[in-house]
């Protein structure tokens, strides 16, 4: 196997920690270490006690148990932790595909959506966000693109870059088009917290017996240095994972399992005064857009804490972002890193004042820029 570099990796991994203002990510305000345990009400002398004993392989009873109390069907069996999401993914990609599989990945995306499933060697078959339709998913297009050698759909609503998701009945159409195949249905999660206007979306494993569903502290918890994440799935398909986790990471540290059973108990204090703040960015960030229409073309998110403008006029926004962290200042992501080079990722679930500032740098850098 062998995997492409990460583009959106490796802008960040040059300029995240020299930012001036940053607004470019898609998870929420980080909290600090004293903020998680004032909220989990987790003492120094909870801290001491633990031992650093190896861990369990599955995740620590507790932890499994309080996940699939919160978004699974109650059953801790279908539970493993990870070290983050994206570890949770890559492991299940690594069991459940095989070269030659095809599999419907969502496009633009998260390059572990895509280029992982392609790097294992599988036929990956794009299933379009069109912006000129709001990014709306096709739904009618997965008929033509599901066929007997779909072994996976891959899909994660809210989506990450766009912003967009889809509703409950959406959610039956792709469980039905998947099972007529006797495909997983691998459902990232990551944001599903995130949603202004409507509930979150149950978790696919408590709908459909081949549905796996993947969770984060990294991007509604505002925790992603704390590296916790989790898979919820036929239980089948975790005992291989952990096979492949034994040649890996082995299991999450006992540390992060011990403040992540706090934060699992204390969720709404985490998610809630985060969710609130991005329901207000939401609104800047569409006000902004709104007045410059010569210049942008936004279609509002309706989930997640990030849009993906287009730029309107500019063929490829790389030497344009580029411009605007060497000489404004501000960090966005360029819309090549997820396949949409007209665009820019912006990330609006950070500080309120950061993010006006960013726009309005934003703003008058795009207006000096030459277009096309
Ligand atoms: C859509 C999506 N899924 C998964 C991940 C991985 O997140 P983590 O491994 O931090 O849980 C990310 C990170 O940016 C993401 O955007």
């Known amino acids: 196997?062998?995997?492409?570099?990460?583009?959106?990796?490796?802008?960040?991994?040059?300029?995240?920690?020299?930012?001036?203002?940053?607004?470019?990510?898609?998870?929420?305000?980080?909290?600090?270490?004293?903020?998680?345990?004032?909220?989990?009400?987790?003492?120094?002398?909870?801290?001491?006690?633990?031992?650093?004993?190896?861990?369990?392989?599955?995740?620590?009873?507790?932890?499994?148990?309080?996940?699939?109390?919160?978004?699974?069907?109650?059953?801790?069996?279908?539970?493993?932790?990870?070290?983050?999401?994206?570890?949770?993914?890559?492991?299940?990609?690594?069991?459940?595909?095989?070269?030659?599989?095809?599999?419907i990945v969502v496009a633009p995306g998260?390059?572990?959506?895509?280029?992982?499933?392609?790097?294992?060697?599988?036929?990956?078959?794009?299933?379009?966000?069109?912006?000129?339709?709001?990014?709306?998913?096709?739904?009618?297009?997965?008929?033509?693109?599901?066929?007997?050698?779909?072994?996976?759909?891959?899909?994660n609503f809210p989506q990450n870059p766009t912003g967009v998701t889809v509703g409950e009945d959406?959610?039956?159409?792709?469980?039905?088009?998947?099972?007529?195949?006797?495909?997983?249905?691998?459902?990232?999660?990551?944001?599903?917290?995130?949603?202004?206007?409507?509930?979150?979306?149950?978790?696919?494993?408590?709908?459909?017996?081949?549905?796996?569903?993947?969770g984060t502290f990294s991007k509604a918890f505002g925790l992603p240095g704390l590296r916790f994440g989790w898979v919820i799935g036929p239980a089948e398909v975790l005992e291989d994972c952990m096979r492949i986790k034994d040649y890996t990471t082995l299991h999450v540290s006992p540390l992060i399992e011990l403040l992540a059973l706090g934060v699992l108990r204390h969720a709404g204090a985490f998610v809630e005064p985060r969710l609130k703040q991005a329901g207000v960015n939401r609104e800047i960030v569409k006000d902004w857009a709104a007045s410059i229409p010569e210049l942008v073309a936004l279609t509002p998110p309706d989930g997640g804490v990030s849009a993906f403008p287009r730029l309107l006029g500019v063929a490829d926004t790389g030497d344009f972002c580029e411009e605007l962290f060497q000489r404004h200042g501000v960090l966005v992501i360029p819309g090549s890193c997820f396949g949409g080079p007209g665009h820019i990722r912006l990330g609006f679930g950070g500080d309120t004042d950061e993010l006006v500032t960013g726009l309005e740098r934003l703003t008058t850098a795009l207006t000096a820029w030459p277009r096309a």
């Open 110 to 155: 998260y390059h572990l959506l895509v280029d992982y499933v392609t790097a294992l060697g599988c036929t990956a078959r794009e299933w379009r966000l069109d912006a000129a339709q709001g990014f709306r998913p096709p739904l009618d297009d997965l008929a033509g693109l599901v066929n007997e050698r779909t072994r996976a759909i891959v899909v």
């Open 1 to 103: 196997m062998r995997l492409p570099s990460a583009p959106l990796e490796d802008w960040l991994r040059d300029y995240y920690f020299t930012a001036e203002i940053d607004i470019s990510a898609s998870g929420v305000q980080s909290y600090s270490m004293g903020e998680v345990r004032a909220i989990t009400g987790t003492g120094h002398d909870e801290i001491d006690a633990l031992v650093f004993d190896d861990g369990y392989s599955l995740g620590t009873p507790a932890v499994r148990a309080e996940i699939a109390r919160r978004y699974g069907d109650g059953d801790p069996g279908k539970v493993m932790t990870s070290c983050g999401s994206g570890e949770a993914i890559s492991l299940v990609m690594m069991s459940l595909l095989r070269p030659g599989d095809e599999v």
């Open 170 to 214: 959406d959610m039956r159409v792709l469980i039905e088009q998947a099972r007529q195949v006797g495909a997983y249905l691998l459902w990232d999660a990551a944001f599903a917290e995130l949603t202004y206007d409507r509930a979150p979306l149950p978790d696919i494993s408590t709908r459909y017996e081949r549905g796996i569903g993947f």
